[in-house]
C-alpha cells in the first residue's frame, strides 16, 4: 500500500548525540518535506526537496540536515542534539507536476534530555 | 514570500452547531488552497481544498469558500459532531512546480456533547 514511513516513531537520547530521522515513501512523489511540530501547534517547515539530488532549507534553521539520494528516501540528521529540539518531526511528500495534496507520515516524537 | 493568516486559534461549538474558520493569505498568485484535520496525536490529513477557477466546494458536511479579490478562504462545518474535535490547518500555495505550502497556525476546534 502506499505510504510514507518515519523511523522511530519514538527517541528519547540525550545532548550532543547525533541522529538521523528517516522517512521513506512509496507514493512515487518526487516532492519530500521536513516539518517541525509541537503537539497541536503551527507547523514548521524545515527542508523540502524536489528530487534526487535536490535540498533546500526551509523558514526555521533547525541546525539539521538533510539528503535525497533516492527518490523515496529523505532523511534528516541532527549533528549535535539539543534540548531545544524536543518536538515532533512530521515527513511529507507531494506530486510532481502542479500543485497537489502534501501527504504526511505519522511523526517522529524526538525528546533530547 | 506568502503569508497565511488564520482565525480563531481556538473555537468552541455544541454539537450539532456550524463552525467557520477563515484564513486569508498574502500572495495574489496563489491559487491552490487546501484545508487539513490533524486530530489528537496523529497526522495531518486533508479534508477539502479548493482552485482558484471555483468560488465553493461541498463535500458532505463541509465546505470551503474562496474570495479571491478578497484573499481570504473558509471553511464551513455544519452539523458538527465530536469527532470534528480536532486542529485545522488552512494553506496557501501558487499552482507551480516547486512551490511550497505556507499553513496558517492552525485552529483548535472542540465540540462540546
Known amino acids: 500500500e502506499a505510504d510514507i514511513y518515519q523511523t522511530p516513531r519514538y527517541l528519547v537520547i540525550g545532548t550532543g548525540k547525533k541522529i538521523t530521522l528517516e522517512c521513506s515513501q512509496t507514493m512515487g512523489h518526487d516532492k519530500m518535506y521536513w516539518y517541525q511540530q509541537d503537539p497541536g501547534m503551527e507547523l514548521h517547515l524545515i527542508h523540502y526537496s524536489y528530487g534526487v539530488n535536490s535540498t533546500e532549507k526551509g523558514d526555521l534553521s533547525s541546525e539539521s540536515t538533510v539528503s535525497r539520494i533516492r527518490t523515496e528516501h529523505f532523511p534528516l540528521t541532527l549533528e549535535s542534539a539539543r534540548p531545544s529540539h524536543t518536538s515532533q518531526y512530521l515527513c511529507?511528500?507531494?506530486?510532481?507536476w502542479g500543485q497537489g495534496e502534501q501527504f504526511f507520515g505519522p511523526g517522529t516524537r524526538l525528546t533530547v534530555l | 514570500g506568502e503569508n497565511v493568516e488564520q482565525h480563531p486559534s481556538t473555537l468552541s461549538v455544541q454539537e450539532g452547531d456550524s463552525a467557520v474558520i477563515k484564513c486569508t493569505y498574502s500572495d495574489s498568485a496563489s491559487n491552490y488552497f487546501p484545508w487539513y484535520k490533524q486530530e489528537l496525536g496523529k497526522r495531518p490529513q486533508l479534508i477539502i481544498d479548493?482552485?482558484?477557477?471555483?468560488g465553493e466546494k461541498k463535500d458532505q458536511r463541509i465546505a470551503v469558500t474562496l474570495n479571491k479579490t478578497a484573499k481570504h478562504f473558509s471553511l464551513h462545518i455544519t452539523e458538527t459532531q465530536p469527532e470534528d474535535s480536532a486542529v485545522y490547518f488552512c494553506a496557501a500555495t501558487p499552482d507551480n512546480y516547486g512551490q511550497n505550502f505556507v499553513f496558517g497556525p492552525g485552529t483548535r476546534l472542540s465540540v462540546l456533547p
Open positions: 479548493i482552485r482558484s477557477n471555483v
Open positions: 511529507a511528500s507531494s506530486g510532481t
